[in-house]
């Protein structure tokens, strides 16, 4: 039984955190890992990695994915990809969502779209600010 809140973090959600530079208030992570337990998936943590200029911004990664859990992709979960194929639109999506549901955790993104036919809960950001 789940205590507190769980989120699997998107991609969007941790390049704006990384980027943010309006410090009127928490970003969308800072209030995410507030409010529970925050997760993001090897995929996002290559996608970020993938896209540092430098080290200063690839430190600037390590430091966010120390901060939350980082999953990985077991190979079980290829047993039941094919369940999110015509519901997204990529390989990709479809591995955040496999591994979302074996996790039983909510998709936090600011493109809600981009999952909104899968079956996963996805969470907008406006859903954290209350």
């Not at 190979?75 to 996790?103: G, H, M, P, W």
């Amino acid at each position: 039984m789940k205590t507190q809140a769980e989120f699997l973090i998107e991609t969007d959600i941790l390049v704006e955190h990384l980027t943010q530079h309006d410090l009127s208030g928490p970003s969308v992570l800072e209030l995410a890992m507030t409010q529970g337990i925050c997760f993001t998936s090897v995929i996002t943590a290559s996608e970020l990695y993938f896209n540092c200029k430098d080290e200063e911004q690839k430190e600037a990664v390590n430091s966010v994915l120390y901060a939350i859990n980082v999953l990985g992709i077991h190979q079980r979960y290829s047993l039941n990809i094919t369940e999110f194929f015509n519901k997204v639109a990529s390989v990709r999506d479809a591995l955040v969502c496999t591994l979302a549901k074996n996790n039983k955790l909510p998709i936090l993104t600011n493109d809600i779209e981009r999952f909104r036919n899968s079956g996963i809960k996805v969470i907008s950001p406006k859903e954290l600010r209350g």
